[in-house]
Structure formats: structure tokens, C-alpha cells
């Protein structure tokens, strides 16, 4: 149970804290080294927006700053609860994800950072 419930108290604490110091106001948080010397929205631009309005209740403005990472927070909920239920039945938690899934997920990144910085996708820019 140590494993589950610290990783748990870990992601409790950063989004406590996001929750509290506001991604919005400059100043509290670096600037995405991508977006500074390119202009071009990376993957997890708009993520500690995100976070911030997940945190919030505000679910709206979440998906506008960054869906994909509002996506990745109902994954990550997902598979804490199932390591949590394993955990307490005794039973190990083992994620084998193939290789195929991680070049899927690596298309998707890719689409949506592609998508994001064009005129058309400019819905999913934060």
C-alpha cells in the first residue's frame, strides 16, 4: 500500500499546489523553452492551466488550456484506482504496455502538437 498512497499524496501535493499558485499570473512558473524560442505549442503547453482549473471544478477551462492533459488526468485517476484495489487485495500491479501502444501514444503527442499549431486547431491551443 506504501507504493499507491505515496504516489497519491505526491500527486495530491503538486496539484495542491498548482491549485494554489496560480499558473496564470506570470512569474510563478518557468515559460515552455518551446514556446519561448519558437513560438510553437508543445504537448504540454497549458497543462499547469489545466491543472489549476481541474483543481477548480472549472472543467470548461481545462479542456480549452490543454485537453490532452485533462485525457492523461482521467487516465492517471484510472489506474491509481486499480492500484489501489490491487494493492489492498494483495494482488501486484503490472502495466506491460507493448510497443505499439507507446508509438500510438507517441502519434497522438505528435498529431496534437502538430493540430494545436495550425490556424485550423487553434481551438486546442492554450
Known amino acids: 500500500m506504501l507504493a499507491p498512497l505515496g504516489t497519491l499524496a505526491g500527486v495530491a501535493a503538486a496539484f495542491a499546489y498548482v491549485g494554489t499558485v496560480d499558473p496564470n499570473e506570470p512569474g510563478h512558473y518557468p515559460v515552455c523553452p518551446l514556446l519561448r524560442f519558437t513560438g510553437l505549442y508543445c504537448p504540454g503547453c497549458g497543462g499547469l492551466r489545466s491543472a489549476h482549473a ?15 492533459a485533462v485525457a492523461g488526468y482521467g487516465i492517471f485517476a484510472v489506474v491509481m484506482v486499480l492500484w489501489l484495489v490491487r494493492a489492498v487485495r494483495g494482488v501486484p500491479m503490472r502495466l506491460a504496455v507493448s510497443p505499439a501502444w507507446w508509438w500510438g501514444i507517441g502519434a497522438v503527442l505528435a498529431l496534437f502538437t502538430l493540430v494545436r499549431n495550425l490556424p485550423f486547431g487553434a481551438a486546442l491551443a492554450p
Open 54 to 68: 481541474v483543481v477548480h471544478g472549472d472543467l470548461g477551462a481545462a479542456l480549452g488550456s490543454n485537453a490532452l
